[in-house]
């Protein structure tokens, strides 16, 4: 049996519909959701549908049981998810499960002072208690989502004309969620997998200006890429009102891109696919055109 947690969400969603791509039977495969009334869709599908929360450890025990590959999608409550990752590896542990993956996120050994270290702390602990845990493991270290480009240039950024972040000339190797969990199928069906840690990025690296030029090949309108200051960018979004929240999140991308920390040179993630991932200038055009 297969277990996707997060089913309800994006990614996971997206995992289970590739393994049933890849001719897994439905009553192979099994589906942890915090509420069911989320998990029609699944439940049409064929897939067996598991209740159960990060944040209660003994549901995630009851679900677990059975299962010989879990795909444990990383929680999205940040404030909770240390707590909520340390319960998931103990269950996953008591239930005896064959072999847990986890989706991570890139990162560089090397730096050390990570700009994004409010997430990527949380990944490292969880990485390290999976492999203490002494289960056979598979870490997907996941880059940033290259479907989280309009976010970051914003709604309006044709009528504008311009992309304005803090992230300088640095690249980022983001690739689309859905190749990602495409991935993550493949390494579940597949074998000699385990124990292995797999940087997922995409095989090209792109700036804020080659999206800025993407967008404006696009779309036949002028948009050109402004790389304030940091304070002159919290400065700016502040006047437009921008929430805090969201202002944190596209500074430390960006000067976490500035500092190369979104650039890795791997092709694990087109070895797994079978071909190249989608490029940045063939899903902006999928977005703007
Ligand atoms: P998403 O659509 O927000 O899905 C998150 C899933 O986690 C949902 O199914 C949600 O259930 C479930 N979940 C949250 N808290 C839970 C809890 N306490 N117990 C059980 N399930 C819980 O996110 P996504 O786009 O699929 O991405 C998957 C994960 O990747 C995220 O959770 C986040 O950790 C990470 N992420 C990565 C990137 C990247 O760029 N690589 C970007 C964003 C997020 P409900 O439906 O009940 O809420």
């Known amino acids: 049996m297969i277990l996707v947690?997060?089913?309800?969400?994006?990614?996971?969603a997206a995992a289970i519909d590739h393994l049933l791509a890849k001719g897994t039977d439905a009553s192979d495969i099994a589906a942890?959701?915090?509420n069911p009334e989320k998990a029609t869709d699944l439940k049409a599908k064929g897939v067996e549908i598991r209740q159960g929360d990060y944040l209660d450890k003994d549901s995630l025990v009851k679900a677990f049981t059975g299962v010989d590959k879990l795909?444990?999608?990383?929680?999205?409550?940040i404030e909770?998810?240390?707590a909520q990752h340390e319960n998931v590896v103990k269950a996953a542990k008591e239930a005896k499960v064959g072999h847990i993956l986890y989706t991570s996120f890139v990162r560089k050994e090397e730096i050390t002072d990570s700009a994004i270290s409010f997430l990527q702390d949380t990944h490292i602990k969880t990485?390290?208690?999976?492999k203490d845990s002494g289960l056979p493991y598979t870490i997907l270290q996941n880059a940033l989502y290259m479907d989280m480009i309009p976010m970051f240039v914003g709604e309006a950024v044709v009528e504008h004309g311009a992309i304005v972040l803090p992230a300088e000339n640095g690249k980022s190797t983001a690739v689309l969620r859905n190749e990602l969990a495409e991935a993550a199928a493949e390494v579940i069906l597949g074998e000699g997998h385990e124990n292995k840690v797999y940087p997922l990025s995409n095989n090209d690296a792109y700036t804020y200006a080659d999206v800025a030029e993407a967008i404006s090949?696009?779309?036949?309108?002028?948009v050109v890429y402004n790389s304030p200051s940091v304070d002159e960018f919290?400065?700016?979004?502040?006047?437009?009102?921008?929430?805090?929240?969201?202002?944190?999140?596209f500074t430390a991308f960006s000067v976490a891109q500035a500092k190369g920390e979104l650039e890795l040179n791997d092709n694990t993630l087109e070895k797994l696919l079978g071909r190249k991932p989608t490029t940045m200038a063939d899903f902006v055009k999928t977005v703007y055109a």
């Open 234 to 249: 919290q400065k700016m979004m502040e006047e437009n009102k921008v929430p805090a929240e969201y202002i944190g999140l």
């Open 5 to 12: 947690t997060g089913a309800t969400g994006s990614y996971g």
């Open 71 to 77: 795909l444990f999608v990383s929680g999205s409550e």
């Open 127 to 130: 990485e390290n208690w999976i």
């Open 32 to 34: 942890l959701v915090r």
């Open 80 to 82: 909770t998810r240390e």
């Open 217 to 222: 090949k696009a779309t036949g309108k002028e």
